[in-house]
């Protein structure tokens, strides 16, 4: 279908306007599909205190050039963003730095229940059950059910459980094969940790978004869920998508992440998950590092890599494979978090929505190459990957902020916007 989308100052204020309409300027889109910009609802931008790694100028350049116009990013920064004060800070950081929208989840620690239930400007919750840094780690089921019954924003959780990993390490000491990580991070200590935290949800009837699903057991688990109740979302990665413990032998620690990869069953019960409806959101969990330290000897190698720059055409180009629609990619990587996380006027292309639009070209053939990347570790783990489907033109609040002109890319030196909330309400109701 073709028709046009007018846009004045921020907004979206008319579809398939009147043909006499005039405007002051006009974007032959001829070819191309026009599509909500894409929400990224889990990235570590790494802004203040590991700047080394990633800084919210590179991350956002990043966002624009993938198609992303807003991010939601996680607490463990330096220092980890556990009061109002401190994610303040942070909301400060990105106006004068972000080229895309932005906001900032608060961290739970188990002791700052009275910081979560009064946090305002914030997207939600984050719990690391597991695999956490700083003082985030809430592993004490105390601390845990005071969180769920005395909070009300919605929660997310990084699902790990603690004791299964610290038993796994001590059984797998002194490996120095990186393919060990999906040994000690294994299925079992995802699946306690992801039933743990959807009996806490059930019980307090507490809105909870399973992040990174890596397991087919979690999906039968999440769907199980979703059949008593509407309390429980749950996303899935790129990396958990499409990676496998297979490609250690290839990429060696660049596919080192938590939750670790895991088998290609995993992979395909994660993708029949988003296909059914089980998972809402792909995200990226993109989590950069140096090279340098990447290739650092197992285990000393840190966890994580950089994905959002890549992913909306990773699954572009699934639906040119055949694999799921057009429709769908929108409903996973616009619609559903826009939905789950209360964002005010994003994720459709509306009359009354924000005027946040990426133009993609689905015939566009690109090969990832390190040297291209805008993230600040300037590596990704897709290199050399030709991928058929790419972003070629997005807008942020009516403002271009990326395009290709003669070939080259092109960068607005505009800022996105804190990101508004809605009234926290039951999902799906």
């Known amino acids: 279908?073709?028709?046009?989308?007018?846009?004045?100052?921020?907004?979206?204020?008319?579809?398939?306007?009147?043909?006499?309409?005039?405007?002051?300027?006009?974007?032959?889109?001829?070819?191309?599909?026009?599509?909500?910009?894409?929400?990224?609802?889990?990235?570590?931008?790494?802004?203040?205190?590991?700047?080394?790694?990633?800084?919210?100028?590179?991350?956002?350049?990043?966002?624009?050039?993938?198609?992303?116009?807003?991010?939601?990013?996680?607490?463990?920064?330096?220092?980890?963003a556990t009061t109002q004060k401190l994610v303040d800070d942070k909301l400060a950081i990105a106006a004068k730095s972000s080229l895309v929208n932005f906001g900032f989840y608060i961290g739970a620690t188990p002791h700052n229940v009275g910081d979560l239930k009064h946090a305002v400007r914030?997207?939600?919750?984050?719990?690391?059950?597991?695999?956490?840094?700083?003082?985030?780690?809430?592993?004490?089921?105390?601390?845990?059910?005071?969180?769920?019954?005395?909070?009300?924003?919605?929660?997310?959780?990084?699902?790990e459980d603690e004791t299964t990993v610290k038993r796994n390490a001590?059984?797998?000491?002194?490996?120095?094969?990186?393919?060990?990580?999906?040994?000690?991070?294994?299925?079992?200590?995802?699946?306690?940790?992801?039933?743990?935290?959807?009996?806490?949800?059930?019980?307090?009837?507490?809105?909870?978004?399973?992040?990174?699903?890596?397991?087919?057991?979690?999906?039968e688990l999440i769907r199980a869920a979703k059949k008593k109740h509407r309390f429980v979302t749950a996303e899935a990665c790129p990396h958990h998508l499409f990676f496998s413990i297979d490609d250690?032998?290839?990429?060696?620690?660049?596919?080192?992440?938590?939750?670790?990869?895991?088998?290609?069953?995993?992979?395909?019960?994660?993708?029949?998950?988003?296909?059914?409806?089980?998972?809402?959101?792909?995200?990226?969990?993109?989590?950069?590092?140096?090279?340098?330290?990447?290739?650092?000897?197992?285990?000393?190698?840190?966890?994580?890599?950089?994905?959002?720059?890549?992913?909306?055409?990773?699954?572009l180009d699934q639906v040119n494979q055949g694999r799921c629609s057009i429709q769908q990619v929108v409903a996973w990587m616009c619609e559903a978090p826009a939905r789950v996380w209360n964002l005010q006027n994003k994720g459709k292309i509306e009359v009354g929505y924000d005027a946040d639009l990426v133009l993609v070209d689905m015939n566009l053939e690109r090969t990832i190459r390190n040297e291209d990347q805008q993230t600040k570790c300037g590596w990704s783990p897709w290199n050399g990957s030709t991928l058929k489907g790419w972003p070629v033109r997005t807008w942020v609040m009516g403002q271009q902020v990326f395009g290709i002109v003669d070939g080259k890319e092109k960068y607005a030196t505009t800022y996105g916007e804190a990101i508004q909330y809605g009234e926290a309400v039951q999902y799906g109701t």
Do not use: W
């Open 248 to 315: 250690y032998d290839r990429l060696g620690s660049l596919v080192k992440m938590n939750p670790s990869v895991k088998t290609k069953e995993d992979n395909a019960a994660l993708f029949a998950g988003l296909l059914d409806g089980t998972i809402e959101v792909v995200a990226t969990d993109h989590a950069p590092h140096s090279m340098a330290d990447k290739k650092l000897p197992y285990p000393q190698c840190p966890s994580g890599l950089p994905a959002v720059e890549n992913y909306l055409a990773l699954m």
């Open 122 to 159: 914030t997207p939600g919750i984050k719990i690391f059950i597991g695999s956490s840094t700083g003082d985030l780690l809430v592993d004490s089921q105390d601390a845990l059910e005071t969180i769920f019954a005395e909070t009300t924003l919605p929660i997310c959780a990084h699902c």
């Open 170 to 219: 001590t059984t797998y000491a002194g490996s120095t094969d990186v393919a060990t990580h999906s040994k000690v991070r294994d299925h079992e200590a995802a699946l306690i940790a992801t039933t743990r935290a959807i009996d806490l949800a059930e019980r307090h009837q507490h809105r909870f978004h399973v992040l990174h699903v890596s397991t087919a057991g979690e999906v």
């Open 1 to 80: 279908m073709e028709t046009s989308v007018l846009v004045v100052d921020r907004k979206i204020v008319d579809v398939d306007p009147a043909a006499t309409v005039t405007a002051d300027e006009v974007v032959d889109a001829r070819g191309l599909l026009l599509l909500p910009g894409v929400i990224d609802d889990q990235v570590h931008f790494r802004e203040p205190g590991l700047t080394d790694k990633e800084d919210l100028a590179h991350a956002s350049r990043a966002c624009a050039k993938g198609g992303v116009t807003s991010f939601l990013e996680m607490p463990n920064t330096i220092p980890n």
